[in-house]
């Protein structure tokens, strides 16, 4: 559910991917959204709307698996260890999972990102998202795909930990207070939708600065550690610079998480999967495990 949800929406929106990182490398040329949209289609073609999906797709197949399956099962292995105090320890149980998955998925999915700002940022560095990972391997070495691995943790983890928070609190909330939808598959999709709204948003303002700075350190070769991509981006522009691109990292992150937790919910529905057969499941493979 997770490899499926992460990556076919990432896919969709990879246009608006797209946009997000070229506002962020190329303020000059691309100071605002709107026209940003327009000077691409003009300039460089519809097709460059899509630059970067092979490197999206895969590293969100491989990278949601790890993010929503480490989120569950970790979430549920604190919860039983919490016993009566896990009602009062919500918050926190999904803190703890939601930041130790997202960490994960941030080594899983950061040599995928750093193939797909190049390819954003210099159209012309490769043929392909392979011969653009073979280049920057031959030019500048194996650690061009994981040096921004802590800044990218810095990013993930804070908007993992408020998306998942924020979705779980407003979702129990929603189903509080209308407890029907629970029964009826469109009304708790529907509640998983704006609970994914609300997490996207919210989840956007906190990991803007370390998602431009990641944008600054990936967009050409370079000797640059991130705490220099940080001080050149604070130099050109002061704080405001680190909330480059945040209006459209709002409605992509938002659209994102929303559809994220539609489809996996779905899957989860479609396979006849709810959090008690989870629970089951999971009870069984630990003693096959055991035994």
């Known amino acids: 559910s997770g490899a499926i949800c992460a990556s076919g929406v990432q896919l969709a929106l990879t246009p608006l991917d797209v946009v997000k990182t070229k506002v962020q490398i190329n303020g000059d040329k691309y100071p605002k959204i709107l026209p ?15 630059t970067g999906w092979l490197p999206t797709f895969s590293g969100n ?14 979430r549920r292995s604190l919860t039983e260890a919490a016993g009566a105090n896990a009602i009062s320890l919500e918050v926190p149980i999904i803190l703890a999972a939601a930041g130790v998955a997202a960490a994960t998925y941030s ?6 990102d750093a193939v797909r700002i190049r390819s954003v940022a210099q159209p012309d560095y490769g043929a392909n998202a392979f011969d653009t990972l073979s280049r920057m391997v ?3 070495g194996i650690e061009s795909l994981t040096n ?15 998306k998942f928070t924020i979705f779980d609190l407003s979702t129990e909330y929603l189903f509080r ?13 529907a509640v998983s939708l704006l609970g994914g709204v609300l997490g996207g948003i919210t989840a956007a303002i906190v990991s803007n600065p370390a998602d431009t700075v990641i944008s600054e350190l990936k967009k050409a070769k370079s000797d640059q550690t991130p705490q220099m991509a940080l001080q050149a981006l604070l130099d050109r522009g002061g704080v405001p610079a680190l909330f ?23 899957v989860r ?23």
């Open 148 to 162: 921004a691995i802590p800044v990218f943790i810095a990013k993930q983890v804070p908007y993992a930990a408020v």
């Open 61 to 74: 197949f491989i990278g949601g698996a790890f993010l929503y399956g480490l989120t569950e099962v970790i």
């Open 244 to 266: 480059k691109g945040l209006s459209l990292r709002m409605v992509l992150y938002s659209l994102a998480a929303a559809f994220q937790f539609m489809i996996y919910d779905g």
């Open 138 to 140: 031959s030019e500048e």
């Open 36 to 50: 940003a949209f327009q000077s691409i289609w003009k300039d460089e073609g519809p097709s460059t709307f899509f």
């Open 107 to 112: 080594i899983v999915y950061c040599p995928f």
């Open 177 to 189: 207070a209308y407890p029907l939808a629970q029964e009826d598959i469109k009304l708790s999709l």
């Open 269 to 291: 529905f479609v396979l006849g999967i709810g959090p008690d057969d989870l629970r089951l499941y999971l009870d069984v493979l630990g003693e096959a495990l055991v035994k």
